[in-house]
């Protein structure tokens, strides 16, 4: 079993549409990160939770520490959110050592 | 202000050569992180550098390396290159490193092709 797990590993949505994409850990941890993906390979860095909840324009992403699951949402999906959504974490004390989930692929058709 | 830069975008190699890539931060950032992504494997770590020195690193075989200068630049080298050693490299950098998680920026990644 990975240690980081997402689901779904891919997810179709109309326009407008709300989206969750999850992520599951058993690891001790410092810090999760969601990461997106486009094409060509390019990562940016969406988020880094170690609690709670935090917001960015339509993204909201939230950390439940005890259940070690982590849950993004993208609101009033839009065809640029097409990407590669990966989950991953900073292991604890061990900085920018990360384990990557294995990605979720969203698209979003007009 | 410039985002990290990695060379070259793409490399082709042949099995048995050695390739080095190359990896500036953004300036001020120390820390310094390299990543595989292969399309069986995902995205693995390879190693992450902080004031020059090795700070942590993942499961790779000593055939991959890497080191950073003191303008905080770094390179990775893979010897003896493999059939399974194309893949997309990429480094992130971040203002400090070691022990507490701190947000990433990537590069664009350079992509090697080993043939």
């Known amino acids: 079993k990975n240690e980081v797990e997402q689901s779904p590993q891919n997810l179709t949505a109309q326009e407008g549409e709300f989206i969750t994409i999850n992520c599951s850990y058993s690891?001790?941890?410092?810090?999760l990160h969601w990461l997106q993906q486009h094409p060509g390979g390019g990562i940016v860095s969406l988020f880094m939770?170690?609690?709670g909840k935090k917001k960015h324009g339509r993204l909201i992403a939230t950390i439940n520490i005890q259940e070690k699951h982590s849950s993004l949402h993208i609101t009033a999906s839009h065809p640029r959110d097409s990407a590669v959504y990966i989950c991953?974490?900073?292991?604890?004390?061990?900085?920018?050592?990360?384990?990557f989930g294995q990605g979720t692929e969203l698209s979003v058709k007009p | 202000k410039a985002g990290v830069t990695q060379t070259p975008r793409y490399l082709i190699k042949t099995r048995g050569q050695q390739v080095t890539l190359s990896c500036s931060p953004i300036?001020?950032?120390?820390?310094v992180s390299w990543y595989q992504q292969t399309p069986g494997q995902g995205l693995q770590f390879l190693f992450e550098y902080f004031s020059e020195t090795q700070r942590n690193k993942g499961n790779f075989p000593g055939r991959f390396s890497g080191r950073q200068f003191s303008n905080s630049r770094s390179e990775m080298n893979v010897s003896t290159l493999e059939l399974g050693d194309s893949a997309l490299y990429l480094c992130?950098?971040?203002?400090?490193?070691?022990?507490?998680?701190?947000?990433?920026?990537f590069g664009a990644g350079s992509r090697l092709t080993v043939l």
């Open positions: 991953a974490v900073s292991l604890y004390n061990q900085g920018g050592k990360l384990i």
């Open positions: 992130a950098s971040s203002l400090v490193g070691g022990v507490g998680a701190n947000v990433l920026t």
């Open positions: 939770l170690s609690s």
């Open positions: 300036s001020g950032h120390r820390s």
């Open positions: 690891v001790g941890i410092s810090a």
